[in-house]
């Protein structure tokens, strides 16, 4: 179901980015507190968190090479952070 949302281009990434903010965050992080985290599976999460960005950014044309492509790490998180830059400074 989540899948059909994050590659829908109805919806907004504004809107998107809200909803994993706020249910799937949320959900995976539930009585963390009280976990024994390992480097696996610190590793799982970001791998998954990754994963969810992807899909809500999609790929993008590349005007040099004329053709898409899929972000790279550093993209997608250099493009989080402007997202929550953006949000943060509407808010005062």
């Known amino acids: 179901m989540l899948q059909k949302f994050f590659k829908n281009k109805n919806v907004s990434k504004k809107l998107k980015l809200r909803l994993k903010n706020t249910t799937i965050d949320k959900t995976l ?4 507190e009280t976990w024994a985290l390992t480097k696996r599976d610190r590793k799982q999460l970001n791998v998954f968190e990754r994963k969810v960005y992807s899909r809500i950014w999609g790929p993008v044309y590349d005007n040099e090479k004329e053709n898409w492509r899929i972000l790279t790490h550093k993209e997608i ?7 929550y830059y953006k949000r943060d400074s509407k808010v005062k």
């Open 29 to 32: 992080t539930y009585a963390s």
């Open 77 to 83: 998180y250099a493009s989080v952070k402007k997202t």
